[in-house]
């Protein structure tokens, strides 16, 4: 407001017409607004989709660890693979937080 009184004493002009001069110096505002908002938008698909791909890399590993569990035919044997899935859950929980 400011600025537009300088301007209204430095010119003469009435604020409408300051206001408008203003407006008119940045043209295409409207889009520029649009724009950012669509970049904040795709920020955030973008985030969204890194995260499924991290799960989804998680994910089949995971599914080779619990039918390598199934599998188990000795309590070692089980116990291992126990600790195999523990792990690779782990790092599904930690991905989904951050």
Known sequence: MKRIDVK???TGWPINRVVIN????????EEQA????????????LARY??????ADLGEPLLRAVDEL???KTDGELQARLDKLR????????????
């Open 22 to 29: 203003e407006l008119a110096a940045f043209p295409n505002l």
């Open 70 to 72: 199934l599998a188990a």
């Open 34 to 45: 649009k724009l950012g908002s669509l970049i904040r938008d795709m920020e955030v698909i």
């Open 87 to 98: 792990v690779l859950r782990a790092a599904m929980v930690k991905t989904a937080k951050e």
């Open 8 to 10: 209204t004493k430095e």
């Open 50 to 55: 890194g995260s499924r791909i991290t799960l």
